[in-house]
């Protein structure tokens, strides 16, 4: 009776000993960075998107313990480093992160790529709030005040700057709810743009916050109102346009996408990342010192806003008549 009672305890150790071994088995991660990761800023260093884009490349180094750097391949509105991304292999290691303006581009612009299919979207990192910048001398303070200049001056008496198609659009989008009409002038870059704001060569241009608040901090800019539903930290005396009578104006994304092909897996592992970082307060608190609102989309959910604002941009671009380049 002992050798048998000796043998169902060594039987149920066995048991129990295979039993546990898959369970407390670490799994392997979906994705765990083998090389340097890339994150493509498709626009000048120091701008809204660029500073960003180096907050998470600096966060994700230091979770993952791989280099990211962050790679500024500026032209074509965003197109040019939106499309090394759209040729890259599809393992995830090299991402864009692109603004709204990328959906307007599918419209606006000859790509050698199909913008709807070309990108896995992962997640919208942060909304940028956007204003109305304006230089110091301009007699006014809000929206309200630029239409009643521009309707004593007329139509298209005072100018507006766009550094690209998405700024263009979304300064005639404000412009429409406004009723007003102003001059386009268009330039090739943000910096160049908002310095000529701030010297008087153009009167006002739609902006990130991120972009404007040193120059607006210093005087040398001033904000005629900001996007959203409510006032930022960051501008607390600027009050939104829906405060001026004027509903209905969104903010933008930073939006991060890597290639498509890219496995599903491989995309979810990489958003549940980048949502740990972006839930953190220091990360947090680092985007609304830069007028920028934190992210965290689902892959899914932010999906299915680049779906939509592709969508929309190309009703709003038929019925303003902007032309393709």
């Not at 599809?90 to 599918?106: E, F, K, Q, R």
Request: charged residues 20%.
């Amino acid at each position: 009776m002992n050798k048998k009672l000796a043998w169902i305890a060594t039987l149920t150790a066995t048991f129990f000993s295979v039993g546990v071994v898959p369970a407390v088995a670490e799994q392997k991660p979906a994705f765990r960075p083998s090389k340097q990761v890339t994150i493509i800023v498709p626009y000048s260093p120091g701008g809204g998107t660029d500073t960003v884009g180096r907050l998470l490349a600096k966060a994700l180094d230091e979770k993952w313990g791989q280099t990211v750097i962050v790679d500024n391949r500026t032209g074509g509105s965003g197109s040019i480093g939106a499309g090394f991304v759209a040729r890259a292999e599809p393992d995830g290691h090299m991402m864009v992160l692109a603004v709204t303006g990328i959906a307007i581009n599918a419209h606006l612009l000859k790509l050698p790529y199909d913008t709807l299919t070309a990108f896995a979207p992962i997640t919208a990192v942060a909304y940028p709030v956007s204003t109305l910048l304006a230089t110091p001398t301009l007699p006014v303070n809000d929206l309200r005040g630029l239409k009643q200049l521009v309707e004593k001056e007329g139509p298209e008496k005072r100018s507006f700057a766009s550094p690209d198609p998405g700024s263009r659009l979304a300064a005639e989008l404000i412009f429409e709810k406004a009723g007003i009409k102003l001059l386009n002038v268009p330039y090739k870059g943000a910096a160049s743009f908002v310095t000529d704001i701030a010297a008087g060569r153009v009167d006002v241009g739609i902006a990130s916050v991120t972009s404007g608040l040193s120059l607006i901090k210093a005087g040398k800019l001033k904000s005629l109102g900001i996007a959203g539903t409510k006032r930022i930290a960051a501008l607390p005396d600027t009050p939104t346009f829906a405060e001026q009578g004027f509903p209905g104006i969104e903010n933008n994304w930073y939006g991060l996408f890597t290639t498509a092909g890219t496995p599903p897996a491989v995309v979810e592992a990489i958003y549940k990342d980048i949502a740990e970082v972006i839930a953190r307060p220091d990360f947090q608190a680092k985007l609304v010192d830069h007028g920028a609102l934190p992210g965290g989309d689902t892959p899914a959910a932010f999906s299915a806003r680049f779906q939509r604002d592709i969508k929309e941009a190309g009703t709003a671009i038929a019925r303003l008549g902007m032309k393709a380049e």
